[in-house]
Nanobody, 123 residues
Framework: QVQLVESGGGLVQAGGSLRLSCAAS????????MGWFRQAPGKEREFVAA????????YYEDSVKGRFTISRDNAKNTVYLQMNSLKPEDTAVYYC????????????????WGQGTQVTVSS
């Protein structure tokens, strides 16, 4: 398994930006697909973005396309989520996750999770 620790959450006004980081340890980082998910109060955890092992492919949930960018630095064992043009509906706890699959969109395809970081967007 991979141990994951997120950071970078906080309170921001609508239209602002945040960058989330997720530091990994354990299994060889470059061998896992990394994803970001989020969970708002009373809602299920939902897919936000994923990046393949070599960073050759990135995938986004429709509502964040054009605003969020996922990237990874395999030398630093870290994955990032740059969030721009934030909206109040982006408010949630954000989780990073690791999957042994070559590509994964579903939370059940991920086997390692971080503890989450809170993102709050005020209107």
């Amino acid at each position: 398994q991979v141990q994951l620790v997120e950071s970078g959450g906080g309170l921001v006004q609508a239209g602002g930006s945040l960058r989330l980081s997720c530091a990994a340890s354990g299994r060889t980082f470059s061998n896992v697909t990394m994803g970001w998910f989020r969970q708002a109060p009373g809602k299920e955890r939902e897919f936000v973005a994923a990046i393949t092992r070599s960073a050759g492919g990135t995938y986004y949930e429709d509502s964040v396309k054009g605003r969020f960018t996922i990237s990874r630095d395999n030398a630093k064992n870290t994955v990032y989520l740059q969030m721009n043009s934030l909206k109040p509906e982006d408010t949630a706890v954000y989780y990073c996750a690791a999957s042994a699959r070559s590509l994964a969109y579903n939370r059940h395809q991920y086997d390692s999770w971080g503890q989450g970081t809170q993102v709050t967007v005020s209107s």
